[in-house]
Each structure stands twice: as structure tokens, then as C-alpha cells.
């Protein structure tokens, strides 16, 4: 109301978002630096003993080549940033159902953050760099699914943050010839937000593809193939700085040749997305 009315209700400064939208002090960044390195080791290395990760058969496709205790990694020729492979991620009847829900809530042409408008939040705009159809499992009856909701708190689990940090899981469906070209996932306005940037990426295979659709990281020289259940962890920010962007995790979404190729999205944010979202502050 007060941004609806703002001129006679004299709340002008409510119609730019840095105005509406502060950051609470007690809403802080949930990583500091060597957090995400202590995260990657814990599920690659199992360097905290808990041996938590096996169950996903984590495998390093692309990592730092020195550990956090000043040791290289065994056959690491390449120094790169942390790309993780989790096999068995969901379960099969997980997957078909978070299609299923998909294909019933129906998909729309997937868009990007466009530019800024004048009230410094962003339009979001369609382009032939993207031409992959999505839906958004943010309404009760997707997230609060007796098989989706396990895979949630699943994404939690595993990236040690809390479900508020996680933006609501969006759905995906690539049609033969479709693609996502080249692209990051770091969004540089929302350092200055409540939900504070995107710092992990977590994707999910929903089913195998029948010929690409691979998951290509250009700059490293890594495809990965679509598997039914496994997911790939990437992060989206630097291990001594981690709400800057990490510009070697460009990525793409290779065009599909034969079938359909289903998968889901976790961005996972350094705040409290969830909370941010309610009050349109993203």
C-alpha cells in the first residue's frame, strides 16, 4: 500500500527496492572464507570423518589442486574450482514425481534477470540465449509433496545450509534443440539484498537423455551427461571472498538431440532467501 500510494503517503523512498529492502544486521552471510573449501572437502574427501557423503558416491570432476591443510590433492594436474558429481541424489519415484508435478503446473518459456528498472529491482526478460521451457515448485502443494519435500531438506542436508537459504526449486524441460548457451549464476544485485547472492548451484538429473543436454563448463573444459537421480554441485562464489563471483563456474546447457531431458534447479543463497521472497525483496 505505502509503495502503491507513495507520493501522498510520502514513502517515495520505499519505491527504490535498496530503500524497501534493507539488510538486517542479524541477517549475515552464512559462509566466511574457507567455509565452502571445508564444505567440498567434507563431501569429496570426507574430511571430517563422518563419512555422511558416501551414500552419493561423490566424485571431484573439477577441484582446487591445494587442500585447506596445505597438502595437494592426489591427481589434481589442474587447479580449478569445485565441481562435484552426486550419484543416486533422488530416488526414482522422487524424480517422476517432480516431473510429474512439472508437466502438471505446466512450463513457460524460461527467462533471465533483464535489466534494472527504475526502482532498482530487475525485469525479467526471454531471449535466444535461453530457449528451455520452467516452472516454480513454490506453491504448497509441489514443495509440501509427500516425495518433493524429502529432496528439499535432501539439498539442505547436503550443502550444510538451512531450506530458507535454497530459492524454491525450479522445474525444467528441454525439448530436442533446445539449450541454455553459455552463462553464470551469480546475480551481482542481490549482494546488496536481503537474500544476499546465489553462492551454490545444485542441479538435478530427473532423467536420462536419449542424446545430449549434457552440462558444459566451457572454461574448464567439463561436460557432464545426464543421468536419472544424480545431481552436480557447483558453487557460484570464491572460497576466501565468498559473496564475490567465481567467473571460472560458467556454464551451459548443451542443446538435446534426441528425447526430452527434465531437471530441477537449487540456488542456494549466502541469506535468507525464503524470507527475502515473501516480501518481494529478490
Known amino acids: 500500500m505505502r509503495t502503491n500510494c507513495a507520493p501522498a503517503c510520502r514513502t517515495c523512498d520505499l519505491l527504490d527496492i535498496r530503500h524497501r529492502c534493507p539488510t538486517d544486521p542479524d541477517n549475515t552471510c552464512i559462509w566466511e572464507p574457507g567455509d565452502l573449501n571445508t564444505l ?5 574427501d570426507d574430511a571430517d570423518g563422518s563419512g555422511g557423503y558416501e551414500r552419493y558416491n561423490p566424485a571431484a570432476l573439477s577441484r582446487p589442486k591445494q587442500k585447506q591443510d596445505g597438502t595437494l590433492a592426489a591427481g589434481v594436474e589442474r587447479d ?17 514425481r517432480l516431473v510429474e508435478l512439472g508437466k502438471r503446473q505446466g512450463y513457460d518459456r524460461s527467462a533471465d534477470v533483464g535489466k534494472e528498472k527504475p526502482d532498482g529491482s530487475h525485469d525479467s526478460a526471454v531471449s535466444d540465449s535461453r530457449t528451455s521451457h520452467n516452472t516454480w515448485c513454490q506453491e504448497s502443494s509441489c514443495f509440501e509433496d509427500p516425495l518433493v519435500a524429502p529432496v528439499i531438506e535432501r539439498v539442505a542436508n547436503v550443502s550444510r545450509t538451512g531450506v530458507a537459504n535454497s530459492e524454491y526449486l525450479q522445474l525444467l524441460q528441454y525439448e530436442p534443440g533446445q539449450y541454455y548457451r553459455q552463462h553464470h549464476d551469480y546475480i551481482p544485485h542481490h549482494q546488496d539484498l536481503p537474500c544476499g547472492v546465489r553462492i551454490l548451484t545444485l542441479f538435478i538429473y530427473l532423467n536420462d537423455v536419449e542424446e545430449g543436454g549434457g552440462t558444459r563448463f ?6 557432464v551427461q545426464p543421468k536419472k537421480g ?8 570464491l572460497d576466501q571472498s565468498p559473496e564475490s563471483k567465481d567467473g571460472r563456474t560458467d556454464h551451459e546447457a548443451l542443446p538435446v538431440l534426441k528425447g ?3 531437471g530441477a534447479n537449487a540456488w542456494i543463497h549466502s541469506r535468507d532467501f525464503k524470507a527475502a521472497f515473501a516480501i518481494r525483496c529478490i
Open 260 to 262: 526430452i531431458k527434465y
Open 40 to 44: 567440498f572437502e567434507a563431501i569429496v
Open 80 to 96: 580449478g574450482p569445485w565441481v562435484v558429481l552426486l550419484e543416486n541424489f533422488v530416488q526414482e519415484d522422487e524424480a517422476d
Open 218 to 223: 566451457p572454461l574448464l573444459d567439463l561436460t
Open 230 to 237: 544424480s545431481a552436480v554441485l557447483w558453487p557460484s562464489v
